[in-house]
């Protein structure tokens, strides 16, 4: 569900559910990203949504 603000803004309303994102990328970077969110997996997107919390997953 999106939403306008005021000033021109849209949000995702996802219920308090996770999202989950498909990437295809190269092993060493995944083996890479895996160690650096053992380390701190929360991740700002930059807008107004803030933080949020990372989990990768190889399928």
Do not use: H
Not at 12 to 26: H, P
Request: aromatic fraction near 12%; hydrophobic fraction near 40%; glycine fraction near 6%.
């Amino acid at each position: 569900m999106y939403y306008t603000s005021p000033t021109i803004r849209e949000y995702i309303d996802y219920l308090g559910a996770n999202i989950q994102i498909q990437l295809k990328i190269d092993g060493r970077l995944f083996e890479k990203l895996v160690l650096a969110l053992e380390n701190c997996s929360t991740a700002y997107l930059g807008n107004s949504e803030g933080w949020v919390e990372l989990k990768l997953e190889e399928i």
